[in-house]
């Protein structure tokens, strides 16, 4: 997979008043398997991980996935390739509350039309320790266990890249270490790639690479 960005620019109006968020970012990927993005609270990290993933349009440039130029696309076309090539881990989780465990993580399956493997399934399952919550809605599971079915949801249909945006934000420390710790393995194990916005010195040391957004620009932190 070959990963690059060009001059992305971004605003938000406050008011009259145009605040500049982004200020023409560039990014190529190498060959790394997880990509750290740091930065204060405020300084674009999640605006940039949106606009990476095609989340949100930036003001100017353009992201290149092998060769798709995702801003190219027309709105339906994007969904499209987002959902077949990119997964999402959200810090709130977004699991959709009236349908199972099982239903949340086999979703990107059913939005791709492709063909339920029952033993990827239970493999999932099983490695997240959620067999026995399988047929659980989300109000019965805790927030490790609903961030454990997100990462599932994002990984099922073997998406090009993963972002990931705070994935242990909203969990205590010690929930929130277990999962860290899952997901670096499940990146390992499945040969994927990943951006992660994390505010933790800690995690970002065990990214392969790691980028600093500041005053609108991004920088390798060396």
């Known amino acids: 997979m070959s990963y690059s960005c060009h001059s992305i620019k971004k605003s938000y109006h406050q008011g009259e ?12 990927w190498r ?12 300084s674009g990290k999640s605006t940039l ?47 959709i509350p009236d349908l199972t465990l099982t239903e949340n993580i086999l979703l990107p399956l059913e939005l791709n039309d492709i ?34 079915v997100a990462i599932a949801r994002a990984f099922i249909h073997k998406p090009k890249i993963v972002f990931a945006d705070e994935p242990s934000g909203s969990l205590d420390e010690s929930t929130g270490s277990q999962i860290m710790s899952l997901l670096f393995d499940i990146v390992k194990e499945r040969n994927a790639k ?19 957004v500041e005053e609108g620009q991004l920088n390798e932190v060396l």
């Open 49 to 95: 991980l949106s606009i990476f993933s095609g989340l949100l349009r930036p003001d100017e440039g353009e992201v290149i996935i092998d060769d798709t130029s995702l801003y190219q696309l027309d709105k339906k076309k994007l969904s499209e390739f987002r959902a077949k090539n990119i997964g999402i881990i959200f810090q709130q989780y977004h699991l």
């Open 17 to 28: 008043k145009e605040i500049s968020i982004l200020k023409g970012i560039d990014f190529d």
């Open 31 to 42: 060959d790394e398997k997880i990509v750290g993005i740091i930065g204060e609270s405020g």
């Open 194 to 212: 990943m951006f992660l916005v994390t505010h933790s010195p800690s995690l970002a040391d065990l990214c392969d690479r790691v980028y600093r």
């Open 115 to 148: 063909p339920v493997d029952l033993k990827e399934l239970d493999w999932w399952l099983e490695r997240l320790g959620l067999s026995h919550r399988r047929e659980h809605f989300p109000y019965q599971l805790s927030g490790g266990e609903q961030q454990r």
